[in-house]
């Protein structure tokens, strides 16, 4: 996932690469807003999935860049700043924001608003009956060329390599959650909110229960991988061509 932060703290915007980085993210840094502006123009790499925009920059203010990005295009935009009065917050949301963090905030917290402004921001493909499942971007064709996994959300199917895979709902939303971001990491606590609606405590075992489960039933284990101690992504085509049939990368 492509990922374009701004930030005119160098040192703010060197820890949170790094972080993201680990995360499976791609990252543009941009120190100010004209910077930010011209870093919109295609490039042939692929939009960016979501922008990170502190408000205090150099050369414009905050919410005027974030105009501009609106009128440019539906760019998910997290504004991430120590403005935390709350007619920043409102003017903030007003002009298009899809979200307002406030700094100091947890990494933990601003990944899963990362994510969840992300899945906001896709648009899958509309299938008609009897259609084959059509993959919502260029992420999920790759999943498909390389692995064979197909997903269809309005159906709640799962084919690999034209195989019906039978999946009960959870296992369906776990790999659906998975397929959204190929390669990027996401973490356990986030699978069970969003999965499970609940809290971390009490669940850690049902969730490596059901990815067991989907190892076995999709017979592809190479393609769901355990980050330790963080959580699970799905294995992209650059990392899988590393790896010899079946094999699991995690061992777990």
């Not at 060197?14 to 120190?31: I, N, P, Q």
Request: aromatic letters at 4%.
């Amino acid at each position: 996932m492509r990922l374009l932060l701004v930030e005119d703290d160098d040192h703010v915007a060197a820890a949170l690469v790094t972080v993201l980085s680990k995360h499976g993210f791609e990252v543009r840094h941009a120190r100010t807003g004209n910077e930010a502006l011209d870093a919109l123009v295609p490039d042939g790499r692929g939009p960016y999935r979501v922008v990170l925009l502190d408000l205090g920059l150099p050369d414009r203010d905050g919410f005027e860049v974030c105009g501009q990005i609106r009128r440019r295009g539906g760019i998910p935009v997290i504004m991430v700043t120590a403005r935390s009065d709350i007619n920043s917050r409102i003017h903030g949301l007003n002009l298009g924001a899809d979200d307002y963090v406030v700094k100091p905030y947890d990494m933990g917290e601003l990944l899963a608003r990362i994510h969840a402004v992300a899945r906001r921001g896709a648009v899958p493909a509309p299938t008609a009956p009897g259609d084959r499942p059509r993959p919502a971007d260029a992420s999920a064709d790759e999943l498909d060329r390389s692995w064979g996994l197909r997903l269809d959300a309005a159906a709640r199917r799962a084919l690999v390599r034209g195989r019906d895979v039978p999946l009960t709902r959870k296992e369906f939303d776990l790999l659906a959650l998975l397929a959204q971001n190929p390669g990027v990491v996401i973490r356990r606590e986030q699978i069970i909110s969003e999965v499970w609606r609940s809290s971390w405590e009490g669940t850690a075992r049902t969730l490596e229960v059901h990815v067991a489960s989907l190892r076995h039933k999709l017979a592809v284990p190479a393609l769901i991988e355990t980050v330790r101690g963080i959580g699970y992504r799905l294995v992209v085509p650059r990392d899988a061509g590393c790896l010899p049939d079946g094999a699991d990368p995690a061992g777990g």
